[in-house]
């Protein structure tokens, strides 16, 4: 299954070259055009036939949260650096892969009671090395590293596994375009790097593009467990529909278009307001003299960490949502002139 592959896959941002194969190898035999831009972005391209036809980028970013090699101790122990939005109590005796391939178990300096979430800097790998030259014989400094989460069919139609966190963004994004068959505007879809680091590769395909609207597809929280309550998405609402977060305030007139295509079409809906975090929509948004933004989530129970989980359901809803949507002929002003 794709979903497994893109999952199991190495891509800590910046070193999304797997996961770009991956899409690459899905997406080619359907699309009009397809780059590989100079910082990874991948863009395919779905070219619309429409008479008053816009750019439409639909972004889903490849990259997962992971870790970096800062140092080694003299007795061989691995010290790290976050890279993107990592807790250090998620992550405490959890076990690591290198990109070289190398193994390692999260643990930490001092007695866990002392370390907060943010403390990263006081973790350590052990790799089993005896000595930091011995160290150094299996990892390099800034060698990236990611959680290890296996991939696991669960109950009721869910699944767990590592970077979901935007792999199955990724996947509908896959799935939905194979749909797209004669969109009235041009789609470029996406697959954007460095999004956990600061919405880089989203910020630079933008640019690149000049869109006239932007959607994000990417996880949400899922707020039906006892840890977590303060938002509206939940599993088995079908495909969020998203409105605000802290990086954008979705375009009004379009969120109330998305709405209605899901009607039309039958599709499973709930909406998205979160009261934090934020997605490629928000780079989007802000590029070249502003860009009307809209974003898919999929309610995602324990995100950023190595076994977040989906409910498939959720997941096929929000692949009908962006293929009915982008394949529709709906018509939108980017901006008005009075005098």
Not at 171 to 183: C, D, G, Q, S, W
Not at 226 to 231: A, F, K
């Amino acid at each position: 299954m794709i979903l497994k592959e893109l999952t199991q896959a190495f891509g800590v941002s910046g070193f999304e070259k797997e996961i770009a194969k991956i899409v690459i190898d899905n997406v080619k035999d359907y699309v009009d055009e397809l780059t590989i831009d100079a910082i990874g972005n991948v863009i395919a391209v779905k070219k619309g036939t429409g008479d008053e036809k816009k750019k439409i980028m639909v972004s889903s970013h490849m990259d997962e949260i992971g870790f970096a090699v800062l140092g080694v101790t003299d007795k061989g122990f691995v010290k790290i650096k976050k890279v993107g939005g990592i807790s250090a109590q998620v992550s405490f005796m959890n076990r690591v892969q290198f990109k070289n391939g190398a193994f390692g178990t999260i643990s930490s300096f001092e007695k866990m009671d002392k370390v907060g979430v943010a403390d990263i800097n006081k973790l350590y790998v052990d790799i089993c090395a005896i000595s930091k030259e011995d160290a150094l014989k299996y990892v390099s400094i800034g060698e990236p590293a990611s959680y290890i989460g296996k991939y696991k069919e669960l109950n009721n139609n869910c699944v767990t596994a590592k970077a979901l966190d935007d792999r199955i963004g990724c996947y509908i994004l896959i799935e939905a375009l194979k749909k797209v068959t004669n969109p009235y505007h041009d789609i470029y879809f996406v697959f954007s790097v460095q999004e956990e680091v600061g919405l880089i590769g989203a910020t630079v395909a933008a640019e690149r593009i000049n869109p006239d609207l932007g959607i994000a597809v990417d996880i949400t929280g899922s707020f039906d467990v006892p840890t977590d309550t303060d938002g509206n998405a939940v599993f088995g609402g079908g495909a969020a529909v998203k409105v605000l977060d802290n990086s954008v305030i979705c375009d009004e007139e379009l969120v109330e278009v998305m709405i209605k295509c899901a009607e039309e079409n039958n599709i499973k809906y709930q909406l998205d307001a979160l009261a934090g975090g934020g997605t490629d929509a928000g780079a989007i948004n802000k590029s070249n003299r502003g860009v009307k933004a809209l974003g898919i989530s999929i309610p995602t129970r324990y995100g950023h960490s190595p076994n977040g989980i989906v409910n498939m359901d959720d997941v096929n809803a929000c692949i009908d949502l962006l293929w009915k949507f982008t394949e529709s002929t709906f018509k939108f002003e980017t901006e008005k002139k009075y005098i």
